[in-house]
Structure formats: C-alpha cells, structure tokens
C-alpha cells in the first residue's frame, strides 16, 4: 500500500516508491513516493506563493495560534492512531510514541500561544528620530526531520514556524514518514491554509539535496548526524540560507559518591536504554566516583538486565533496533572495543536479529571511538574519576556538547561543574526534566548551535528589520 505524500494540499502517488519496514519484524509495512527533485520544486513553489499570498498575509498573528492550538487539540484527539504509527515506523514502545505525540501536541499548544506576542523594540537615537524594530517571518522553511523522534521533532519546528508566519515544507526520514503525513491531515482540519505544510517523502541525497540547494528556501531547520549537517550547511551556503544544525551527543553522567544513588541509577538506565539509545541525548558515558564504581555498576547491570525487550508495539520496554545497517554499527563498536582489551558487563550482543541487549562496558580508554563517537545502541561505557578536575576533562572531553548529567547533593559543586560543562544543557539530579518543551535545546562544538525549543528557537523562524523614521519639522 502506497501512503501519497502531501504537496500544495494534494494527496499525491508516484511510480517509484520508497518501502517503509516495520522495524520489529522487518516486514513491509507500506511504501511513500520517492519524491524528485521536481516533487520538492513544487511543494518549495507553493509554498512560496502562499507566503506572499493576500490570504495568508491577511491572516492575523493571533489566527495562526488558533488554528495551531487546533492542531494540538487533533493530535490529542488521535493519540493512539498517531502513537500506533509512530511506533510502527521507529519500533519504539508504544508508551513512549504516546508520550512523543502529547509532547508534540504541547509543542503546538506553545507556540500557538507566541503566535501574537514577538515584539519589536524601540531605540533611542536622538530627538526626532523614531527608531524601531520588527520581527518578521523568512518565507519558506525547510525541515529535514531524522528517524528515531519523528513526529515530535517534526512537531517542534514546524510549530514556531507557522506561529511566526512562515511556510513549511518537511523531509521525513526514509524510514519513518507516517506522523509527518497524518500530521497533514490535522492541519488541514484545523484550518491551516491550503500551502502552508508540505511533506516530501524523499531521500535525503535527492529530495533533501534539493531542498537545501533551493533558492526560495530561507531557512533549514535540520536534525540528525554531524555527517549529514555538515554536508546541508555546504550546500546552503551557496545561496546563503541560514540552517540551525541539532546533531549528535555523547553525553556524560557524571555521579559523585554523595548523589542520591537509587535515583542516578534509575535515571542513567533510562537516559541510556530509552528508544534503545537510539537518542542524540542518550546518557552514553558513565563518568563516575572511583569510590562507588564498583557498586553503581552492579546496580546498572542489575537494571539493565531487568528491562523486558520485544516489539514496541506490545510495550516492551527495549524496542528493536531501527534498520540492519545500525545494528552492524552497534556490533562493530562493541567488537572493536572488545579487541582492545575492555571488558563486557553485561549484553555486547545482538538479540533475535533485530535486538540490542543493554550492554555496559568498563575498562575502556576514553579515547576509544566506542566512548568517543555515537554509537546510537543501548550501550555505555564507564569512566572513574577521583577528583573534581579529572571529572570535568572526561565529560567534555569528546567533539560534542550536546547534555551533561550531574549527580550530587554538593550544591557548590554542582554549580561548578555546571560552569565548566561544554553543552548547550546541563542537568543536575535528574535528566530532562520532563521534556522540556520549553527549555532551550542544541549543542556546543559538534553538536551544532542555535537552540530548537523553548522561546529561543522564534528567532530562528523570524527576522529583524530596523525602521528609522525622521519626524523633525524641515
Ligand atoms: P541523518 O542520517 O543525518 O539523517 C537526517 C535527515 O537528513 C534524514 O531525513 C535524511 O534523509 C536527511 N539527509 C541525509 N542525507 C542528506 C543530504 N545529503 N542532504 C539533505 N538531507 C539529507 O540522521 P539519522 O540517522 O536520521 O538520525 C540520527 C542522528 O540524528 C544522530 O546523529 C542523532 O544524534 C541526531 N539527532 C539529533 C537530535 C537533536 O535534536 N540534536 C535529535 C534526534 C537525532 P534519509 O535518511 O531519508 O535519506
Ligand atoms: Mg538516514
């Protein structure tokens, strides 16, 4: 079955498809249309037409959040139909694909809300000199959406940019394009004009390429690897399109003895093993207190091996892993590490083809790819420290700087460390802080810059005029 992409408010099929597995069985789920560059031509046409259009310039500031909070209120109302697909695409357990769509449901809700309230200044030049700014939106956005968080990710670009009065124009990830396109049908429900959302269900050299080499787009909103942002920013560079980059991690948990120990244990599981660390913000390097090393891991071991695994669909509490080719990935990390000498916890394998034990491993030089690159598998390495010093060099001793963890009830300290983190956010005692829809997220160094969420990312979809007017009698 063929699911037609969404161009100019037009369902639309195509001969040459592209086949959506489903990740728990490898079995074929459905095929989208493997969108041309002409595909992506026309949706990045339309969309610029209905930007300059007296119909959506007509609509006022406060109408956009209308219908954006409608949008949330859809996606509340189809919950289990939204979570159900998500699911199906990502593997992830159904539980969390229902908590991904309520957060992209707020994500709608919240930036519904900013629709009518981004404000210009005025600044003082001189007597008779009225100088001002407004913030106006670009025209045409772009957002290239990567596969393991989907319809939130989706949710949280899209949302300020239509509240700020752009149009949008997504590129799902090949594997996981269905909350993108149902997330169509929802807009158009809610009233959103004709024009304004288009999904092109494409590939990232063909229809990704041509949406990042396009004059008409203004702005790329892109998520995914390093690699990948890399080569989007080169391209839009050409025309001088800005690209707010939101790509890896490798984020460290750095537990000092005083922490509070059943909780940092219970939360470094689940930062880890969440969407089988198949997340930019996984929790993937344990950095801890040489003194409780040995205590802390047999807690995480226990834990880890605890964890029930199977379809997402069933509620297993580790879903498979997205295609093959990752979990090759994951094998080959763990292979290489093993060779150099470390030493294998639990897990380190592969289960019933599709599967990733939570794996830790300990005696692992910090240097070594496995504890320097993203390995995206439930997996974690260990790192003891005896000082303070010594902590902070291993947690920001890697390219990223997307999270850093802190666990410990010294306040002072934790504020140091939290000074001397390198990442665009720091979380002590706890990680996350419940999704933080509101709260400014994106990286240092590798990890990107510009901040997606909170009410930072509205700059991203707006831009600044300075009006000066002169009002001195001649
Ligand atoms: P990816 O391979 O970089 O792909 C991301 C998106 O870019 C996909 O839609 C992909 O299309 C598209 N793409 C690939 N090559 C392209 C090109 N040459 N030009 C334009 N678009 C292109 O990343 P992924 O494997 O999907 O996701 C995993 C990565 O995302 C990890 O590194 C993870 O840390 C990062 N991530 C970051 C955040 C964050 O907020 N910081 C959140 C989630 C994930 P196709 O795959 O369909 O070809
Ligand atoms: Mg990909």
């Known amino acids: 079955m063929q699911k037609p992409m969404y161009i100019n408010g037009v369902w639309q099929k195509r001969e040459e498809e592209l086949i959506v597995l489903d990740p728990a069985t490898r079995d074929v789920h459905y095929s989208v249309p493997k969108a041309s560059v002409q595909d992506v031509n026309e949706a990045i046409e339309a969309a610029h037409q209905t930007f300059h259009s007296e119909a959506w310039r007509s ?32 593997g992830k357990p159904l539980k969390q694909s229902e908590a991904d769509v309520e ?15 981004v404000l210009g200044e005025t600044i003082p030049i001189e007597p008779g000199i009225l100088d001002y700014t407004v913030r106006e939106p670009l025209g045409v956005t772009a957002h290239i959406i990567p596969w393991n968080y989907p319809v939130q990710i989706t949710a949280r670009s899209v949302a300020a940019a239509i509240a700020m009065g752009n149009t949008t124009v997504v590129k799902p990830a090949e594997q996981t394009p269905s909350t993108a396109l149902l997330l169509a049908e929802s807009m158009e429900k809610a009233g959103i004009p004709t024009g304004v959302y288009h999904v092109v269900t494409g590939t990232g050299q063909e229809a990704g390429q041509a949406l990042a080499s396009h004059p008409l787009v203004r702005h790329i909103a892109f998520t995914g690897s390093v690699k990948t942002g890399s080569t989007i920013m080169q391209t839009a560079a050409k025309q001088i399109t800005a690209v707010t980059p939101e790509l890896g991690g490798k984020s460290p948990q750095i537990v000092f003895s005083d922490c509070h120990f059943e909780q940092a244990v219970q939360t470094v599981t689940n930062a880890i093993t969440q969407n089988a660390g198949q997340t930019c913000s996984a929790g993937s390097r344990l950095i801890i207190e040489a003194s409780i090393e040995e205590r802390f891991v047999e807690a995480l071991k226990a834990n880890f091996e605890k964890l029930s695994i199977g379809p997402g669909i069933e509620n297993y509490q580790l879903g498979p892993i997205i ?78 700087g997307l999270v850093t963890g802190i666990w410990t009830n010294d306040i002072g300290r934790a504020h140091r460390i939290a000074e001397a983190a390198e990442s665009g956010q720091v979380f002590i005692n706890n990680y996350g802080a419940g999704g933080g829809i509101q709260m400014p997220f994106g990286g240092y160094k590798r990890s990107g810059y510009g901040r997606e969420k909170g009410l930072e990312a509205l700059q991203n979809y707006t831009q600044l005029k300075n009006v000066a007017v002169s009002y001195r009698q001649s």
């Open 59 to 90: 609509f006022k500031p406060h109408e956009r959040g209308y219908c954006l909070h409608k949008v949330a209120a859809d996606l509340r109302e189809r919950l289990q139909e939204f979570a159900k697909a998500e699911t199906l695409d990502v």
């Open 103 to 117: 957060a992209a449901a707020r994500y709608f809700e919240y930036y519904a809300a900013m629709a009518d309230k």
């Open 323 to 400: 295609t093959d080719a990752q979990v090759e990935q994951i094998d080959g990390y763990i292979e290489r590490a093993k060779a150099d000498g470390a030493t294998i916890i639990t897990g380190g394998t592969k289960q019933d083809d599709y599967y990733y034990l939570p794996t830790i491993i300990t005696k692992i030089d910090a240097g070594h790819p496995i504890a320097q690159e993203e390995v995206f598998g439930p997996v974690i390495t260990v790192h003891p420290f005896k000082t303070e010093e010594e902590a902070i060099a291993l947690a920001n001793g890697t390219d990223y």
